[in-house]
Antibody
Framework: EVQLVESGGGLAQPGGSLRLSCAASGFSFSSHWMHWVRQAPGKGLVWVSRINGAGASTIYADSVKGRFTISRDNAKNTVYLQMNSLRTEDTAVYFC??????????WGQGSLVTVSS | DIVMTQSPDSLAVSLGERATINCKSTQSVLYSSNNKNYLAWYQQKPGQPPKLLIYWASTRESGVPDRFSGSGSGTDFTLTITSLQAEDVAVYYCQQYYATPPTFGQGTKVEIK
């Protein structure tokens, strides 16, 4: 069974940092691109970032470029999102998502990040 | 970026009746080399992550009931739920994966009338 379990969310001050982790199991982790998608409270879904299976290729939404860094450790079956220079508008539930053969096929339960002073 | 616009924003349907959700993209998501539409539909129930329902605009994900169907091509797509069930109450999102960044519609909330 595919499982994606996020951790690391919480409260951060504007300008602060947080690191999200996503532990994956139940599939060949290194064979899949991994994504982060976020959802502000009561709002829709917004793609944040993607990393390829080897970890050599990454891409970001313009809204987080230069502030967020996605990475992965295939030995630990874990993907990370380092979030720096946080803004209030980064407040959201962050979902770890598996890139399937076609598109986003499995989603974690999400981790809430709140940016507030 | 490709903008996805869904209509309506919400709808209320009686149990057993049909629900229809539309999705329009600002550019075609039909890839001519394979004649596939890079369009997916997701269902999100309260307090849960989204669940993939349909990809390639009309292919149901494994385990998705056949009352869910997708249609359309190019820039205009439809998700139809025939015979709405109580467990179908959710927000539905369309998403294009034709171009980076992948983008979602704003969501359509389906409720029971």
């Amino acid at each position: 069974e595919v499982q994606l379990v996020e951790s690391g969310g919480g409260l951060a001050q504007p300008g602060g940092s947080l690191r999200l982790s996503c532990a994956a199991s139940g599939f060949s982790f290194s064979s899949h691109w991994m994504h982060w998608v976020r959802q502000a409270p009561g709002k829709g879904l917004v793609w944040v970032s993607r990393i390829n299976g080897a970890g050599a290729s990454t891409i970001y939404a313009d809204s987080v470029k230069g502030r967020f860094t996605i990475s992965r450790d295939n030995a630990k079956n874990t993907v990370y999102l380092q979030m720096n220079s946080l803004r209030t508008e980064d407040t959201a539930v962050y979902f770890c998502v598996r890139g399937g053969v076609v598109t986003f096929d499995y989603w974690g339960q999400g981790s809430l990040v709140t940016v507030s002073s | 970026d490709i903008v996805m616009t869904q209509s309506p924003d919400s709808l209320a349907v009686s149990l057993g009746e049909r629900a229809t959700i539309n999705c329009k993209s600002t550019q075609s998501v039909l890839y001519s080399s394979n004649n596939k539409n890079y369009l997916a539909w997701y269902q999100q129930k309260p307090g849960q992550p989204p669940k993939l329902l349909i990809y390639w605009a009309s292919t149901r994900e494994s385990g998705v009931p056949d009352r869910f169907s997708g249609s359309g091509s190019g820039t205009d797509f439809t998700l139809t739920i025939t015979s709405l069930q109580a467990e179908d109450v959710a927000v539905y999102y369309c998403q294009q994966y034709y171009a980076t960044p992948p983008t979602f519609g704003q969501g359509t909330k389906v409720e029971i009338k």
